[in-house]
């Protein structure tokens, strides 16, 4: 573990700058130490020396340092959405005292399984549970596997995540507290479901290279949320693998022949055979 204010790659400040420091400890309002909490320095009154930021560490301690002696600088302090400011701090000053609100939340982990590549994008959905029944708090998409999701309601949560051609996988029974560290949900997404084959013809009966794409119907805000498409071999197959069960439409296309679609039933960890006809 680092040392408060040791410089890192990409929040290290210039070794040139030198001079007096102020350093402290962050803490929630029960006293707990609140970790990477992103710490700024600016001179106060506009002064020319505004600082790279710094983390706190696993104590939740910091100390910015370079600072100019006997000046006073405009302390700010976030983490997630949640921000506290403290003015006007001189130099020199070593057990700074701030306690920051602790955000709710949620740290997502998205992991694919062994062998298989990244989807292009990961869609989350955040359902909580009230006496009410169930509502949606959040939908999102995202091209990093690891998510920090903030400032959500305390509650009880689901967690549903896929992406690209990966079904969806829900996590349960996700409590989110006050004051307390985020959860992290872990869910391994994998290309199951059902199996679509089929060849591309034209109304003669001879098979014939086209784009493929295809759209579930009886669901259509569930994956995939937009058009998919991938091209025939040049004999007109095609396989398309890893979709929920449920109803789609499978539509081809060639600029010779024209267009066709066919729709079919997909059922979980099956595969069905169609043929598509252009015209």
Known sequence: MSSPGTPTDDLGRPPE???????????????????????????????????????????????????????RYDL???LGTVRSRALAVPTGTDQLEVKLARPQGILLVAKVEAGQPPPPVFYVVLHRATPKGVVREYYGRTLRSRLLLWSIRPGRYTVTVWGGSYLPVQATGIDVLENTPAPEVEVLLGPLGGTIGGEISDASGHACPAIVSWRRIDAPGHVPLHMTTVPTTPHGDFVLRGLPAGRYRVSAFSEQKGVGDVEVEVHEQESTSVDVILA
Do not use: Y
């Open 76 to 78: 700010r302090f976030a």
């Open 17 to 71: 700058v030198e001079g007096s420091a102020i350093s402290g400890h962050v803490r929630d309002f029960q006293g707990v130490p609140m970790v990477g909490v992103r710490v700024e320095a600016a001179e106060s009154g506009g002064g020319d020396l505004d600082l790279l930021p710094v983390l706190t560490d696993g104590d939740g301690a910091f100390s910015v340092e370079g600072l100019v002696p006997s000046a």
